[in-house]
């Protein structure tokens, strides 16, 4: 079957660094999102990797690395508006999305 | 800066009654979809529409929810009648063309409670 497996929850203090693993197991595969989602409102897209390696975007960066099944979301310089849920999704090879549960994270200050 | 819309955003309703949720994608893309999102858990696709045609409707519960995007722009998702359960948020979202990687860009959904 296919899954998405990513921790509950995270906590973090703000001003360090954070990173949010995912793995994942698809019928077949063409990229990793990662979509940030505040309570009570709607995912917002963050990143996308197809390709092994990092790619940075300003404070976040996305790691994928498709021999291991395994993508990192890296937040530095941590802020408080920066609570959120991280959802992790994979596309299979029928280009639908199986969607991880989220990762709630919690930014203490 | 072009969005997803959706009303309404809030809706309470009693079991046994029907309801009924707009949503409005991004000019110009032709893949819409509706996910109902769980408290703690990801979305679930319900159905996928390409222009006004059905993609994949195989997670919706056809027995209570139906679905339409007749003029292949907006789209209307309907239950009746509404259960306990059906308690959620439905997104609605869109991308250009859904046949490669697309991302999905979302409206601010409808937060569906039942009582």
């Known amino acids: 079957g296919q899954n998405i497996d990513q921790p509950t929850e995270m906590t973090a203090t703000e001003g360090a660094i954070v990173q949010i693993n995912c793995t994942y197991q698809?019928?077949?595969?063409?990229?990793l999102f990662w979509y940030q989602q505040h309570a009570g409102e709607a995912p917002t897209f963050l990143s996308y990797?197809?390709l092994d390696g990092l790619e940075e975007k300003g404070r976040f960066s996305s790691f994928l690395s498709r021999s291991k099944g395994y993508s990192y979301l890296l937040l530095k310089e941590l802020q408080m508006k920066d609570s959120a849920s991280y959802l992790c999704a994979a596309l299979d090879s029928n280009y639908q999305l199986i969607w991880g549960a989220g990762t709630k994270l919690i930014i203490k200050p | 800066e072009a969005e997803v819309a959706q009303s309404p955003r809030y809706k309470i309703t009693e079991k046994s009654q029907a309801v009924a949720f707009w949503c409005d994608p991004i000019s110009g893309h032709a893949t819409l979809y509706w996910y109902r999102q769980i408290l703690g858990q990801g979305p679930e696709l319900l159905v996928q529409?390409?222009?006004?045609?059905?993609?994949?409707d195989s997670q919706l519960p056809k027995d209570r929810f139906s679905a339409e995007r007749l003029k292949g722009v907006d789209s209307t998702l309907k239950i009746q009648p509404a259960e306990l359960g059906d308690s959620a948020m439905y997104l609605c979202a869109s991308s250009f063309k859904g046949e490669v990687a697309d991302t999905q860009y979302f409206g601010p959904g409808t937060r569906l409670t039942v009582l």
């Open positions: 990797n197809v």
């Open positions: 698809t019928s077949g595969f063409n990229g």
């Open positions: 529409f390409q222009d006004e045609s059905v993609v994949d």
